[in-house]
C-alpha cells in the first residue's frame, strides 16, 4: 500500500500529465462562424508550439465528407500553415452549400484532430422584385431572393397605409435550399391610376427592412405628374419678387435719368458741362459770330476760356508844376 506522501506524489504526477495532454490537443476558433451568401470567413487550427514550422502539415475537411480536402481543389478554398503554433482555412465568396462543421488534422511533431467548427451560412431575402402578372384582376406578386434562415415577415401597404386583407403567401425552396416567398395581393376593385403599391420584408440578416414600390400605370391615362404643394408656393414667391425687383429697378433708372438731365448741361462751344450758373458766365462773355468761331483754333479757345480775365491798367498823367 502507498504512503501518504507517496500518495501525493502521484496525484500531483497525474494532474501535470493531464494539464500536458490537454495542452497538447489540437483546437479549432473560433467554435460558431456565422457568415453570409458572398462574403469570405477563415477558420483557424491551432495546436501547441513546435520547433520547425516545415514539419507540421495540416488538413481540413467538412463532416460527412470521407476525403480530406486537395490543394487547389476548389478555387475558393485554400488552407495553409500560417505559424508555428496556427493554421487557416480560407473560404472566398461562400455559398449556402458551404454550410457544416469543419475539422483539422495535424500531422508531425504534433498529431492530433481539432474540436470542430461550425460555420453557418445565412442569406439576405432582398432583392425584392415586384410585378403585376395578370393586369384583368389587378393582382400583385412580391417575389424575394432566396433566404436563410426560414423566419421572415411580409407586409404590404397601399399609398402609405397597410393593407390588411387579400393577401396570400406562398414559400417554397430555390435549387440551392433557401427558402423563397411569393407574396400575392388581390384588391377587390381595379386600383386608380397613380396608385402606389410597397411590400416590405424584415429578415434577421437585415438591419432595415427591405422594399420595392410598384405605381399603377393604366394607359390612356395622363402621365402629367403633380408636383407638391410647397413647390408651385416657392414658384410663386421667387416671380413675384423678380417682378418686384424690375419694378424698383426701372424707377430709379428714370429717376437717376431725370435728375442728371436737370442738373447737368452741356456748353455748345467747349462741349464741357456747366453746372454752375451758366446764365451769368453767358453774360460777362458775350458770343461772337459764328464765322468767327470756325475759323478760330480750338485749342487756342480752349486756352482762352481757362485762362483768367485780362485787366486793363491805366496810366497817371504826370502832373506838371505850375508856373513853368
Known sequence: MFGKS???????????CTALAEAARVKQRPEKVEVLVG????LYCSFPLVRDQSKIRIFWWKDGEREFYKARQDPRKSFEVESKANGVFRIRDVRFRDAGVYYCRVEGEITGNG????????ASPEPLTISQRQPADGSLWCNTSGFYPTDYTLSWYKNGQEVMTGVK?????????LTVVSSILKEPQP?????????????????????????????GTSKTAHLPWWIYLCGGIFVLLLITSIIVYCKFCKRKAHKDKVQTKTCVRCTRPITAKPNERMKQEPVKDSTQMTTRNPSRAAADIN????????????????GV
Open 191 to 219: 386600383a386608380q391610376h397613380g396608385t402606389v403599391y410597397l411590400c416590405k420584408v424584415s429578415h434577421s440578416t437585415l438591419q432595415v427592412p427591405a422594399s420595392t414600390n410598384y405605381t399603377v400605370n393604366i394607359a
Open 115 to 122: 474540436t470542430g467548427t461550425t460555420l453557418t451560412v445565412k
Open 307 to 322: 485762362a483768367p480775365p485780362k485787366v486793363k491798367k491805366h496810366r497817371k498823367k504826370r502832373s506838371e508844376p505850375m
Open 6 to 16: 507517496e500518495f501525493n506524489t502521484f496525484f500531483i504526477l497525474a494532474v501535470v
Open 39 to 42: 462574403k469570405d470567413t477563415s
Open 169 to 177: 403567401n406562398i414559400k417554397g425552396t430555390n435549387n440551392e435550399g
